[in-house]
C-alpha cells in the first residue's frame, strides 16, 4: 500500500495515523485506506517506510508505531533533528505478530517538540516514498 500526502499531519505531538490511497497488491481484500484487517488467522510480518517533509530544529522526537488490536509496537523513536533540509525517510519492519480474523493493524507517527507543520511525502506509484506491506507467515 503506498502513503497518500498529509499536510500539517503532525509537529506538536499530535499522532497522525497514516493513509495509503493506493493498493500495489491486496490479496484478501482487508485495507482501507488506513488500516489492514486480518482475513484469515495466522503470523504476519510488516515493514514499511514513512517520508516526512518540513521538520524544524524545534522539532526533537519522531515516533513511528504499528498499532494493532491488541498492543501498539515502537518501530522507531529518534530525533529527527539529523534530516538534512527538514526531510528524512525511516524504513521498519516488525518480526512476526499474531493476527486472528478481524484484528487491524495501522501505522501512526508522532513528531514533537515545535509546530504542526510536518508533512507525510506520498511519492509517486514508480517510486513510493511512504508505503506499509505486510504478509503472512502461516
Sequence with gaps: FTGSAQSN??????????SFDQTI???DAGFNGSTFTAGIAGKAIFSGNVALSGILSG???????????NMVL?????????APSGELDKS???AAIEMAVGQAASVRVTVSGGAKVVDILAGSS?????????????
Excluded at 522539532?59 to 488490536?69: F, K
Excluded at 514508480?126 to 502461516?138: D, N
Aim: glycine share 6%.
Design 9 to 18: 499531519a503532525t509537529g506538536d505531538g499530535t499522532p497522525a495515523t497514516v
Design 25 to 27: 497488491r491486496d490479496t
Design 59 to 69: 522539532h526533537t522526537r519522531c515516533l513511528i508505531e504499528l498499532v494493532t488490536t
Design 74 to 82: 515502537k518501530v522507531a523513536d529518534f530525533n529527527p533533528n539529523d
Design 92 to 94: 521498519w519492519s516488525v
Design 126 to 138: 514508480a517510486a513510493p516514498r511512504t508505503f506499509f506491506a505486510g504478509r503472512y507467515i502461516l
